[in-house]
């Protein structure tokens, strides 16, 4: 599927006409007993089977295997899978396969629940969604079959684990690369494969929520500037606390992985001795971490005496950078990557005294301060005070294709190619520095998971009238949700019933010691 004109849809030149498949294949031909993937090593605290270690030929049977399954099922291309996984091997596998097979990879944040996850699969069309038996104690294929049966246009629920529910198609077999050879599949689609779509992602406005497609050139351009401005080296271990859910989680994780041709190693968020284990056993030099939580770890001494490490810390609220800590280490580099919604990535490595970078108005260059940098965005202030960009990485067309004759919210861009963040800024006209005041309005923010402060309220209202629901500054999370109501379990109850993110729904449980679900950080 290309978006707007065929004939003015051509890819970014930084990133050529290759797409994602193409990259993978090509390390795959190249590298083929090299380590690509490795599980966390305590998988079986919350996934079902051992930890899964694959080289890239391995991997690339596997990717086939999907791809192969996905056909058998009869989706046509450009079908819309939705994947639902934690941080293991068979989330990043899955969704190669779904590109692979040329259909649209649509990945959902692991903490979407019914209302979530069906509200966007509707608005997508999705034909397929594939998750796990459980993540933790959650059954996730009972979710999936709940989503489907809500969810007209999905056909399939396919699942890996075990024991999974009747109506359930079963991938594990898949994962045994010594099972298949498949044969190679026809992959020529009309016009340029690098601007076919690829990924849709899943911002959340004022108004709900809004799917946003990605071609392969938009992926690459936002994960080759995370690359360059970390300074990656070649065949570089990575280890990542960052799922790939969203744009910021692809672009600092998996397409750094693919471009550098190393090997990626996963963690489940969080576990601090885990993640140690994980960096020592499997040598990463490079770890990609949330913000604050790279940030915690450096005040306590993580960093430190491990030699020349590269840590990238993810921002999905990125007005905090400004407060954060300066970084002490002169042995490591730490590179800040700010996440506006699903529009765009802004990577910014830190200088010797420490301190995060400011955003600048004008060209986004990476690696930075290089003469021989690479364009990578705009940015620029809009008459109405908020943060806009536009380039190789940003949002080209709406999604799904036609949806600005309708009342549902989408993704604007203005003729211009120009996207509006919707933080408000304001700008030192000496410096061109930026400084983010405020997150886009009607938006409340919990440890990179959106929601829609209005929705919210309204869900809540139905429940209880008098219920009072309000969005806390938090340290960590950015902000934290609070509720009051009379009665707090009667409200828990129905909210957890209605398929509500589990954040939104801890907001009227008794909050004296308890602690916030470890995937939101």
Request: net charge neutral.
């Amino acid at each position: 599927m290309i978006l707007g004109d065929s004939a003015s849809a051509t890819p970014a030149p930084i990133t050529g006409r290759f797409t994602i498949d193409e990259v993978f294949r090509h390390i795959a031909e190249q590298r083929p007993q090299a380590l690509a993937l490795a599980d966390p090593p305590n998988r079986e605290a919350f996934a079902d089977a051992a930890p899964r270690r694959l080289t890239y030929a391995e991997a690339d049977r596997v990717v086939a295997a999907i791809a192969a399954q996905l056909h058998r099922m009869a989706l046509p291309p450009d079908s819309i899978v939705a994947v639902q996984l934690p941080n293991i091997v068979e989330n990043i596998l899955t969704m190669l396969g779904v590109l692979r097979a040329g259909m649209i990879a649509a990945p959902l944040p692991l903490l979407w629940r019914r209302a979530d996850a069906a509200a966007a699969l509707a608005r997508v069309g999705a034909k397929a969604l594939i998750t796990c038996a459980r993540v933790g104690a959650f059954d996730h294929c009972r979710l999936a079959r709940e989503i489907a049966a809500e969810v007209f246009s999905v056909r399939y629920v396919c699942g890996f684990g075990k024991g999974l529910p009747d109506g359930v198609v079963p991938f594990d077999d898949l994962l045994d690369a010594r099972k298949f050879d498949p044969e190679p599949l026809d992959r020529e689609r009309p016009g340029n494969a690098a601007s076919q779509v690829a990924v849709i992602t899943f911002d959340v406005g004022a108004d709900g929520t809004i799917p946003i497609a990605r071609n392969h050139a938009e992926l690459l351009a936002g994960g080759l500037g995370v690359l360059l401005e970390s300074r990656l080296a070649e065949r570089t271990n990575i280890l990542s606390a960052v799922l790939p859910s969203s744009f910021a989680g692809i672009s600092v994780t998996l397409v750094p992985w693919l471009l550098s041709a190393g090997t990626l190693v996963l963690h489940q968020p969080f576990d601090a001795e885990i993640f140690a284990r994980q960096r020592r056993e499997d040598h990463c030099s490079t770890l990609v971490l949330p913000g604050p939580v790279a940030v915690r770890l450096a005040e306590k001494g993580a960093f430190e005496g491990e030699g020349s490490d590269r840590v990238i810390a993810a921002w999905r609220s990125p007005e905090r950078l400004a407060d954060a800590e300066t970084w002490r280490d002169p042995d490591a580099t730490f590179v800040d990557v700010s996440s506006f919604g699903e529009v765009a990535v802004v990577p910014a490595r830190r200088g010797i005294g420490g301190r995060p970078q400011p955003l600048v108005l004008g060209p986004v260059i990476a690696p930075s301060g290089r003469a021989d940098g690479i364009m990578l965005a705009d940015l620029t202030r809009t008459a109405a005070g908020t943060l806009a960009v536009r380039g190789a990485m940003a949002p080209h067309h709406p999604f799904p294709p036609g949806v600005e004759g309708s009342a549902l919210p989408y993704v604007r861009i203005e003729p211009d190619g120009l996207v509006d963040t919707g933080y408000l800024c304001r700008a030192d006209a000496a410096s061109g520095a930026v400084v983010l005041t405020g997150r886009p309005s009607g938006i409340v923010s919990v440890g990179g998971y959106r929601f829609s402060q209005r929705q919210l309220e309204e869900m809540v209202s139905r429940i209880d009238q008098a219920a009072k629901l309000a969005a806390l500054p938090y340290p960590l999370l950015g902000q934290r949700l609070i509720g009051n109501a009379a009665d707090r379990k009667a409200v828990v109850a129905a909210l957890a019933a209605a398929g509500i993110n589990p954040l939104a729904v801890a907001a009227f449980t008794d909050r004296s010691g308890r602690a916030i679900p470890a995937a939101a950080a």
